[in-house]
Structure formats: structure tokens, C-alpha cells
């Protein structure tokens, strides 16, 4: 039997430099608002071993990420450093290595209907320059491709969203551990998602 839509969960870390700037409850009421469900959350410090299992639970991650940087370092009119994949991927995972680990995070899980999508959409693009305002990234960062590929750094954009409800399922397995994730109902489930709400209010 399939699932109901309402039990789709996503991963959401806040980076290191979103606690440092203070914006974890701001982040955390971007995605509460719309009716999603925190079932997970804690603080963490992670080890690099940690966030490269993160990385490559996709054994093409390394390439993929690199022939993305490129792309995007040449859509914009520019020469990248590296021009192969496979070495730019093992540079941009070396950073995110270096971000991911210079501080706690706070990894949550969400649940609801469309929670990647919804997350994603909340959250913005990965360059935040380029990320519409009314998203997080649009509103709180100012960083871009070009900035961190010429500083040699990660690009800072305070959040990693899931990609895909599979890809959310493998990273929750991954940051969290049996009994940290929470069942419950809460109230707002019956006006979001019962068929009939007459009588609810």
C-alpha cells in the first residue's frame, strides 16, 4: 500500500554559519508556516568521514558536482581553474568537508505533503545570489559561485535541502539514529489534510 503524500519527510541541515548568524529559528519558521511537520531535530558536530558518506551516497556525486560547478562557471562568461569533473568534484567536496565541519549544525526531518519540493522551493537555489528574494537564500546570503571558486571555499547558503524523497530517505538514515525521530499527530494534520473539514472548525 502507498504512503500518503502527507508522510513524505525531508532532511534539512542548517550550516554551520546560519547558527552562527543566528537564523536558525527564522529558517525553522519558513518551513513550519506552511504546514510542514518537524518530527527531528538536534545539534551536531560532525567529522569529515561524516559529511563524505553524506556526499556520495550516489557514487557519480564527485562527477556530477563537478560538471555542474563547471556549467555554472561557464554560463556566466568564465574560465573555471579546473575543467575536469572529477577533480573539480574532489575539490568541492574537500570544501564542503571544511564548511560542514568548522561548527555545530542542527540537522531536522520534515514531514508532509510535497516536503522536498516545498523545502527546496522555501530554501532557494544553491548560489544565492542568483536565488529569488522571499527564499532563504535569496534573503539572508550574499555569496555566489563566483566569490567562493575565487576565495577557494565552499560556497556559504546556510542550508542543504533533500533533492528527492529518495535521496531525503538515505541522508535521514544517516544523521539519524533509531528513536530520534518522533510520531505524532498534530492539529493543523485534520484542516491540511482530512477530506471532509466540515466540523473541524
Avoid at 3 to 19: A, C, M, Q, S, Y
Avoid at 26 to 53: N, P, W
Wanted: glycine share 8%; hydrophobic share 35%; proline share 4%.
Amino acid at each position: 500500500m502507498n504512503k500518503h503524500h502527507k508522510e513524505e519527510r525531508t532532511l534539512v541541515v542548517i550550516k554551520p554559519d546560519g547558527v552562527q548568524r543566528a537564523l536558525v529559528g527564522e529558517i525553522m519558521k519558513r518551513y513550519e508556516r506552511t504546514g510542514l511537520k518537524l518530527i527531528g531535530i538536534k545539534m551536531m558536530k560532525v567529522t569529515e568521514s561524516f559529511i563524505e558518506r553524506h556526499y556520495t551516497f550516489d557514487p557519480d556525486w564527485i562527477r556530477k558536482a563537478g560538471e555542474k560547478s563547471i556549467n555554472n562557471i561557464k554560463e556566466k562568461g568564465l574560465v573555471p581553474d579546473i575543467d575536469d569533473p572529477d577533480k573539480a568534484g574532489k575539490v568541492i567536496l574537500q570544501t564542503l568537508k571544511s564548511y560542514l565541519t568548522s561548527g555545530p549544525l542542527i540537522a531536522m526531518v520534515w514531514q508532509g505533503a510535497h516536503a522536498v519540493e516545498i523545502v527546496r522551493k522555501i530554501t532557494g537555489g544553491t548560489e544565492p545570489v542568483s536565488s529569488p528574494i522571499g527564499s532563504i537564500r535569496g534573503d539572508y546570503v550574499v555569496d555566489s559561485y563566483e566569490m567562493s571558486g575565487s576565495d577557494g571555499r565552499s560556497i556559504r547558503n546556510l542550508v542543504h535541502a533533500s533533492s528527492s524523497p529518495q535521496e531525503a530517505e538515505q541522508e535521514i538514515e544517516h544523521w539519524f539514529r533509531d528513536g530520534e525521530i518522533v510520531d505524532y499527530t498534530h492539529h493543523q494534520e485534520k484542516i491540511l489534510y482530512d477530506k471532509d473539514i466540515q466540523g473541524i472548525f
